[in-house]
């Protein structure tokens, strides 16, 4: 431990999942304490022991994303474990159907908006108030996508709310930074994460169809997204507001082949 977040209380949406349990980790890691809120007591009491198993300060909290009184108890949940949260983790996303604007139906569209969008808003406004009584200022990082930056085939859904979730970054980094509140966001490419069974099959399917298609010719870690937002989240970014940090292998700076709608 380098002590990178020391007296840090972070919030990590999705926490349970693939990236944000290794950001939870490497939170953890550098001297954070971590509430790892989940939709899956299960995934987040798992991440949980992880941590202290190394030593670390963690604990679980279940929640949908998508209700503002869970959201709000979140917040209140890591104050009554560890102090006023300073960093806010969003990472919590629906599985919603590849469809396109005529096939996709209204209750999975706004199924998709609720939990992809408004839950990354819902978590802003209940932890923002505790940043500032923290009286040092605060940290949101939104876990965006590359899909964010560009179209795929098929996923209306999934691409409008990453690319909202890059102007809602900026706006709230607007909106709060005379409070030393900082907000931004980072873009993953293709990672290697459970999330890509459902399509691929299997992770070796994903990275071998995946991997190069990228510029470094490979699919990225969910390490490497954790390095991002352990930059981000830590006072080495003390300058660093409403940016999107596009952690994906060069994947949007050049015209790939993009996989067939699914
Ligand atoms: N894996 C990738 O290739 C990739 C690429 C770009 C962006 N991302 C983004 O990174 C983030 C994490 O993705 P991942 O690959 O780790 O996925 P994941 O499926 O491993 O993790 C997502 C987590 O969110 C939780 N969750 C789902 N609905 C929820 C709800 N309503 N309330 C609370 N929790 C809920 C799930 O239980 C799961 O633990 C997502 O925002 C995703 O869009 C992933």
Known sequence: MTGRMKNKVAVITGGGGGIGG????????????????DISQAQADKVVASIKEHGGSAAAFVLDVNDPKQCEAAIKAAESHFGHVTTLMNGAVAVTPDQNVENLSLEDWERTLRTNLTGYFLMCKYAIPSMRASGHGGSVV???????????????????????????TRVIALDYGHENIRCNSISPGPIDTDRVLRR??????????????????????????ANAALF???????????????????????????????
């Open 200 to 225: 691929f099959g299997t992770r070796e399917k994903s990275n071998a169809l995946r991997g190069p298609m990228q510029v470094l010719g490979r699919t990225g870690t969910v390490a490497e997204v």
């Open 22 to 37: 290794e950001v939870a980790r490497t939170f953890a890691r550098e001297g954070a304490s971590v509430l790892i809120a």
């Open 142 to 168: 939104n876990i965006a996508s590359s899909h964010g930056h560009y179209a795929l085939h098929g996923r209306i859904g999934y691409c409008t709310t990453k690319a909202a979730i890059h102007h809602m």
């Open 232 to 262: 981000l989240a830590s006072d080495e970014a003390s300058f660093v507001t409403g940016a999107d940090l596009r952690v994906d292998g060069g994947q949007t700076i050049w015209k790939s082949k993009q996989p067939e709608r699914a």
